[in-house]
């Protein structure tokens, strides 16, 4: 079945540095990837897609790879900022697609001035 | 815009009651899904609908149920709940138009449901 592993723990970083999260799939070939941003008690907030034929995307300080030969997406936010520290959500749709998509575990970030 | 509402914001119930949920998409969005966010489980998805129809349900029993209107809002109902049902609820509309499927989600506030 299909399977999405993203890192359980918490990422802890310094204020204007690079944060870079991963998300690995398994038993699956997507025809995109997405990210979410979730903070405490609040819902999901949709920040990036990328395509299957795409390799990488960029929207601000945040950019998104996607490697589906080794079937990972790398998440990486710049001049990273308190501001950012949240948990951030990698998801799939799942095989026969639509609006159902299969979510990973979450990273959580926090940034340190 | 309006975003994805949903209500009510939280709630308690007893072992055994049954729960109505209430999701209002943004306008114009036909698509509806719904997700239970546990910590344990993370989000998972329960079901989705389009122009009335349950296109989608996921791994959930049947005690899980909801419905789409004809001017998209949605319901979801648990009936005889149980104590593992306490969870946030996340509704999330699309712009998906039935032909052409845009991907992206907005996310309501969710549900806050507590099972005693």
């Known amino acids: 079945s299909q399977k999405i592993e993203q890192n359980s723990e918490a990422l802890n970083i310094q204020e204007g540095k690079t944060a870079t999260l991963t998300c690995n799939y398994t038993?699956?070939?997507?025809?995109?990837l997405q990210w979410y941003r979730q903070d405490p008690g609040r819902g999901p907030v949709f920040l990036l897609l990328?395509?299957?034929?795409?390799k990488e995307k960029r929207k601000e300080r945040l950019k998104v790879t996607f490697d589906t030969t080794l079937k990972q997406s790398l998440f990486h936010i710049t001049a990273s900022q308190p501001a950012d520290s949240a948990t951030y959500l990698c998801?799939?749709?799942?095989?026969?697609?639509?609006?159902?998509?299969?979510f990973g575990a979450g990273t959580r970030l926090a940034v340190h001035p | 815009k309006a975003g994805v509402t949903q209500t009510p914001r939280y709630l308690i119930k007893t072992r055994g009651q049954q729960v109505t949920l209430s999701c209002s998409p943004i306008?114009?969005?036909?698509?509806v899904s719904w997700y239970q966010q546990t910590p344990g489980q993370g989000l998972q998805f329960l079901f989705e609908?389009?122009?009335?129809?349950?296109?989608n349900k996921g791994n959930f029993p049947g005690r899980f149920s909801g419905r789409q209107f004809s001017n998209s809002r949605s319901e979801m109902n648990v009936s005889t709940l149980e104590l593992g049902d306490s969870a946030l609820y996340l509704c999330?509309?699309?712009?998906?138009?039935?032909?052409?499927?845009?991907?992206?989600?907005?996310f309501g506030e969710g549900s806050r449901l507590t099972v005693l």
């Open positions: 609908y389009f122009s009335e129809t349950q296109r």
């Open positions: 999330a509309s699309s712009r998906y138009t039935g032909t052409e499927y845009t991907g992206e989600l907005f």
């Open positions: 306008s114009g969005h036909r698509s």
């Open positions: 998801a799939l749709p799942f095989s026969g697609g639509y609006n159902k998509l299969i």
């Open positions: 990328i395509r299957e034929n795409e």
């Open positions: 038993n699956y070939s997507p025809a995109y």
